[in-house]
């Protein structure tokens, strides 16, 4: 090797180490932010949109809260209290809500909060493309008789409202935004923080500073928040590892070990359900279905702490409701209705008249696994439910909403009012009650928990869950764990109606 | 050279142009519910029909192509049916980083892999056989693993680096190298492996030509023989293979990317096509027919000063 080869070499191998040590230097410096607080919060989902009226919520708050105010907000444990009203209050009839607003609010462009600006993103939320616009669909008119006095007037009762205002329905923000061609990437609200647009990447990092002015300095713990979405599960663990979070969701409960390795703590919560919707409770697309004895026997078929295990490792609980473990309705008996039982199952067909078995066609989809939809089938067959996966392909929700399938199976989340629920897949029009069974007893106690007093309303919300689960409209196998992991140094309160802590229970170890 | 450069941007123009009706079609033929996974899973079907209204899917699709084609012409790409952001902002801001990630990556595998197939062509032996075995085992190992050792060695193990994330060179110069020596790494290692064994084959082949004798035998010293006779002639093939391998590294960042949480195209790409945001997808189908284009054209032109034959033909 020539003196100059060497040279050449020697030169090389020295500027790649001093790159190395620079870089190693240069990590973003406590040394310079030291003055400042900064969490560093993981997201699993991108944000959709800025613009209230847009707004998803569940793993997208974060972003949003960090720049709005809701009309109320929920505690922990899901108990409505203040947020930008400091009081409410329904009438006799329970389809007119009152709420004082508060008067010394104002948005990041200097407008101030007044009723009419409140309505009207009411009445934007209502009439715009949330997947949660529906939240509102019973509102007739949003006013304001003064400038801290909003009146929402529904055409029927709704009891979850109070809560759907702790959420996207309640965001408030600034009018200068209903016109704007950049309200989706913009936002202009009155929250505990600013985004930084200079510092953020759309789709990807998103900065934002504290609010100094803003009303409820209690709950801002940090002088700035830097939320990254992380898609890929190895990006995010490798995140993790490498100490650039300070708290995040998991993408999966099997990432809880992973995640305390790193000397995270991980705390896990129930919000979902997986199991199968046996939607033809009145026999219309296949006659077999429309017997509660058959769709018993569909419960008493599935070894629920078997799936468990298989699917997802044993991180959840089994269960036989559908219902959330915050609503009225919930009852842990109900968790085992119908244990493991294929003699059972192969009676109940026998009795119904399907002692040689029938056959179920069910979608099956891109987004589950085949040897998912396998092993339900083997235990189904097992019983003499044969059933005939069909591809769905693109079309999937088209089709499963307008009613193509007798059952099918799906992930679904547990709501935090019995209402909630009821709406979303037990009543007639529900999008989710996709033959559209009309059951007088589901109706009239659904009417109860509607508009009666709380506590008949909760009674009725027991009773109709029993019922429900009695007769078999569905055949849920189990709750999935979530978790939330924390870095040392930080904590975090799980929030029980939401998918993630909110923003505000997010906070330095003290 | 000028009607040259000039023949080859309209033929380029044309297939950026052919590729985008190709594109759009493709695209849209195939989305179905694409309004449903913009607004969500468990939306009702009258939110997913006013958010198709909304967007003008509900428009026949020759419709729906000319409005496209009318704005692009213009320079207006349209909006993220998504995030809402105009397709033309949200390249601009990613483009950089995965400019940072593939410049980075060809200049790194230009000089390593000359290097390499120097040595392994002129010292022969046991240099020869390591280039040859690395350039194997460089070649086979998939770039995402290389990815996935790296960020566990030094980003994880020793916390050399950031493991995920990227700061911008305009905040900061070493931060910015912190957050992409390790995707260039993993970017290049398939194609300095390449790059080593064409410029090893096309010296082997040029060191037995009769003027590479002629030359020794005038006593030009064996390192300006090498590098400004025999490299220089050798380097057509290597850079032809040099300008696909930094056009297959657009394709190789999106892999790259997502290890390394890296906001650029390439995740843009993914996230993209993954929620059927087709504004997006054609920005990024016109961007990088652009960049391809560029790319052969920038290839042809220094392939016509390292061999005067290539201008006269």
């Given at each position: 090797?020539?003196?100059?080869?060497?040279?050449a070499?020697?030169v090389?191998?020295?500027?790649?180490?001093?790159?190395?040590?620079l870089?190693?230097?240069?990590s973003?410096?406590a040394?310079?932010?030291e003055?400042?607080?900064?969490l560093?919060?993981?997201?699993?989902?991108?944000?959709?949109?800025?613009?209230?009226?847009?707004?998803?919520?569940?793993?997208?708050?974060?972003?949003l809260q960090?720049?709005?105010?809701?009309?109320l907000r929920?505690?922990?444990?899901?108990?409505?209290?203040?947020?930008?009203?400091?009081a409410w209050e329904?009438?006799?009839?329970?389809?007119?809500l009152t709420l004082?607003?508060?008067d010394?609010?104002?948005?990041a462009?200097g407008?101030?909060?007044t009723?009419q600006?409140?309505?009207?993103?009411?009445?934007?939320?209502?009439?715009?493309?949330?997947?949660n616009?529906?939240?509102?669909?019973?509102?007739?008119s949003?006013?304001?008789?003064?400038?801290?006095?909003?009146?929402?007037?529904?055409?029927?009762?709704?009891?979850?409202?109070?809560?759907y205002?702790?959420?996207?329905?309640?965001?408030?923000?600034?009018?200068?935004?209903?016109?704007?061609?950049?309200?989706?990437?913009t936002?202009?609200?009155?929250g505990p923080y600013?985004?930084?647009?200079?510092?953020?990447?759309?789709?990807?990092?998103?900065?934002?500073?504290?609010?100094?002015e803003?009303?409820?300095?209690e709950?801002?713990h940090?002088?700035?928040?830097?939320?990254?979405f992380?898609?890929?599960?190895?990006?995010?663990?490798?995140?993790?590892?490498?100490?650039?979070?300070?708290?995040?969701?998991?993408?999966?409960?099997?990432?809880?070990?992973?995640?305390?390795?790193?000397?995270?703590?991980?705390?896990?919560?129930?919000?979902?359900?997986?199991?199968?919707?046996?939607?033809?409770?009145?026999?219309?697309?296949?006659p077999?279905?429309?017997?509660?004895?058959?769709?018993?026997?569909?419960?008493?078929?599935l070894?629920?702490?078997?799936?468990?295990?298989?699917?997802?490792g044993?991180?959840?609980?089994?269960?036989?409701?559908?219902?959330?473990?915050s609503?009225?309705a919930?009852d842990?008996?109900l968790?085992d209705?119908?244990?493991y039982?294929?003699?059972?199952?192969?009676?109940?067909?026998?009795?119904?008249?399907?002692?040689?078995?029938?056959?179920?066609v069910?979608p099956?989809?891109?987004?589950?696994?085949?040897?998912?939809?396998?092993i339900?089938?083997?235990?189904?067959?097992?019983?003499?439910?044969?059933?005939?996966?069909?591809?769905?392909g693109?079309?999937?929700?088209?089709?499963?909403?307008?009613?193509?399938w007798?059952?099918?199976?799906f992930?679904?989340?547990?709501?935090?009012?019995?209402w909630?629920?009821?709406q979303?897949?037990?009543l007639p029009?529900s999008?989710?009650n996709?033959s559209?069974v009309?059951?007088?007893t589901?109706?009239e106690l659904?009417?109860?928990?509607?508009?009666?007093?709380?506590?008949?309303?909760?009674?009725?919300a027991?009773?109709?869950?029993?019922?429900?689960?009695?007769?078999?409209?569905?055949?849920?196998?189990?709750?999935?764990?979530?978790?939330?992991?924390?870095?040392?140094?930080?904590?975090?309160?799980?929030?029980?109606?939401?998918a993630?802590?909110?923003?505000?229970?997010?906070r330095?170890?003290? | 050279?000028?009607?040259f450069?000039?023949?080859?941007?309209a033929?380029?123009?044309?297939?950026?142009?052919?590729?985008s009706?190709?594109?759009?079609?493709?695209?849209?033929l195939?989305?179905?519910?694409?309004?449903?996974?913009?607004?969500?899973?468990?939306?009702?079907?009258?939110?997913?029909?006013r958010?198709?209204?909304?967007l003008?899917?509900?428009?026949?699709?020759?419709?729906?192509?000319?409005d496209?084609a009318g704005?692009?012409?213009?320079?207006?790409?349209?909006?993220?049916?998504?995030?809402?952001?105009?397709v033309?902002?949200?390249?601009?801001?990613?483009?950089?980083?995965?400019?940072?990630?593939?410049?980075?990556?060809?200049?790194?595998?230009?000089?390593?892999?000359?290097?390499?197939?120097?040595?392994a062509?002129?010292?022969r032996?046991?240099?020869?056989?390591?280039v040859?075995?690395g350039?194997?085992?460089?070649a086979a190992?998939?770039?995402?693993?290389?990815?996935?050792v790296?960020?566990l060695?030094?980003a994880?193990?020793l916390?050399?680096?950031?493991?995920?994330?990227?700061?911008r060179?305009?905040?900061?110069?070493?931060?910015?190298?912190?957050?992409i020596?390790?995707?260039i790494i993993?970017?290049?290692?398939?194609?300095?492996?390449?790059i080593?064994?064409?410029?090893r084959?096309?010296?082997?082949?040029?060191?037995?030509?009769?003027?590479?004798?002629?030359?020794?035998?005038r006593?030009?010293?064996?390192?300006r023989?090498i590098?400004?006779?025999?490299?220089?002639?050798?380097a057509?093939?290597?850079?032809?293979?040099?300008?696909?391998?930094?056009?297959?590294?657009?394709?190789?960042?999106?892999?790259?990317?997502?290890?390394?949480?890296?906001?650029?195209l390439?995740q843009?790409?993914?996230?993209?096509?993954?929620?059927?945001?087709?504004?997006?997808?054609?920005?990024?189908?016109?961007v990088t027919?652009?960049?391809?284009?560029?790319?052969?054209?920038?290839?042809?032109?220094?392939q016509?000063?390292?061999?005067?034959?290539v201008?006269l033909?």
């Open positions: 090797m020539t003196h100059r080869t060497k040279l070499l020697t090389a191998a020295g500027g790649l180490a001093t790159a190395l040590a870089t190693a230097c240069s973003p410096s040394t310079e932010e003055a400042e607080t900064t560093r919060l993981g997201v699993v989902t991108q944000l959709s949109s800025f613009a209230p009226w847009e707004a998803s919520w569940a793993n997208e708050s974060p972003y960090a720049v709005y105010d809701t009309l929920t505690e922990p444990d899901g108990t409505v209290i203040e947020g930008l009203a400091t329904w009438d006799d009839a329970r389809t007119v004082t607003l508060r010394d609010v104002e948005f462009d407008t101030a909060l009723a600006v409140a309505a009207d993103n009411l009445v934007r939320f209502r009439d715009g493309t949330s997947q616009a529906p939240f509102l669909a019973g509102m007739t949003a006013e304001a008789p003064d400038d801290t006095t909003l009146v929402i007037t529904l055409a029927e009762p709704d009891p979850a409202l109070p809560v205002l702790s959420q996207n329905a309640g965001l408030i923000g600034s009018p200068a935004m209903f016109d704007s061609p950049d309200a989706q990437t936002p202009i609200g009155s600013v985004l930084d647009t200079d510092k953020t990447v759309v789709g990807s990092t998103y900065v934002y500073e504290a609010n100094d803003y009303w409820d300095s709950s801002v940090y002088d700035n928040i830097v939320m990254t992380y898609g890929d599960p190895t990006a995010l663990m490798n995140a993790v590892k490498g100490g650039q979070i300070d708290a995040t969701n998991l993408q999966s409960p099997t990432q809880i070990a992973e995640a305390e390795a790193a000397g995270f703590t991980a705390q896990t919560y129930e919000q979902n359900w997986t199991g199968f919707l046996l939607a033809d409770r009145d026999g219309t697309i296949n077999a279905m429309g017997d509660v004895r058959v769709r018993q026997a569909f419960n008493y078929a070894d629920r702490e078997g799936l468990l295990q298989a699917l997802d044993g991180l959840g609980t089994v269960t036989t409701q559908v219902f959330g473990l609503s009225s919930y842990d008996a968790d209705r119908y244990p039982d294929p003699e059972r199952a192969r009676e109940l067909l026998a009795e119904a008249g399907y002692a040689d078995g029938f056959t179920l069910m099956s989809n891109n987004f589950v696994p085949e040897s998912v939809f396998a339900y089938k083997e235990q189904l067959d097992a019983v003499g439910i044969t059933v005939e996966w069909e591809p769905t693109d079309d999937l929700f088209g089709r499963l909403l307008g009613g193509s007798a059952a099918f199976s992930l679904l989340q547990t709501d935090p009012t019995s909630q629920t009821i979303f897949s037990m029009e999008a989710w996709t559209h009309a059951d007088p589901v109706i659904a009417q109860i928990v509607r508009s009666g007093e709380e506590a008949d309303a909760d009674a009725a027991r009773e109709l869950n029993a019922y429900v689960v009695e007769q078999a409209w569905y055949a849920p196998v189990y709750r999935p764990y979530s978790a939330f992991i924390t870095a040392e140094g930080t904590e975090a309160t799980i929030q029980s109606d939401n993630v802590p909110y923003l505000w229970n997010i330095p170890t003290e | 050279m000028l009607t450069i000039l023949r080859r941007l033929a380029g123009v044309l297939t950026v142009l052919t590729i009706v190709l594109g759009f079609f493709l695209l849209y195939g989305a179905r519910d694409t309004a449903r996974r913009i607004v969500g899973d468990t939306a009702a079907p009258e939110i997913v029909a958010k198709q209204q909304e003008g899917l509900d428009r026949p699709i020759v419709v729906q192509f000319f496209w704005s692009a012409l213009r320079g207006d790409l349209g909006r993220s049916w998504f995030s809402g952001q105009p033309t902002e949200a390249l601009a801001s990613r483009l950089p980083v995965t400019l940072s990630l593939t410049i980075g990556a060809i200049l790194l595998t230009a000089v390593v892999g000359t290097v390499l197939g120097v040595l062509a002129t010292r032996g046991w240099v020869d056989s390591s040859q075995v350039s194997f085992v460089g190992i998939p770039g995402f693993l290389v990815a996935l790296l960020v060695v030094f994880i193990g916390q050399w680096v950031p493991a995920t994330g990227y700061i060179f305009t905040t900061s110069i070493t931060g910015w190298l912190s957050t020596i390790l995707p993993a970017l290049s290692i398939g194609a300095i492996a390449s080593a064994q064409q410029v084959g096309s010296m082997l082949d040029a060191l037995r030509l009769d003027y590479v004798r002629t030359l020794r035998a006593g030009i010293p064996n390192r023989l590098y400004d006779h025999v490299l220089r002639n050798s057509g093939p290597a850079l032809s293979v040099l300008g696909i391998q930094f056009i297959v590294m657009f394709g190789g960042a999106v892999v790259v990317e997502q290890v390394f949480s890296l906001p650029g390439g843009t790409a993914v996230s993209a096509t993954i929620q059927g945001d087709i504004p997006l997808v054609m920005g990024l189908i016109v027919a652009l960049i391809v284009l560029l790319i052969n054209l920038a290839v042809d032109l220094i016509g000063w390292l061999n005067p034959k201008r033909s």
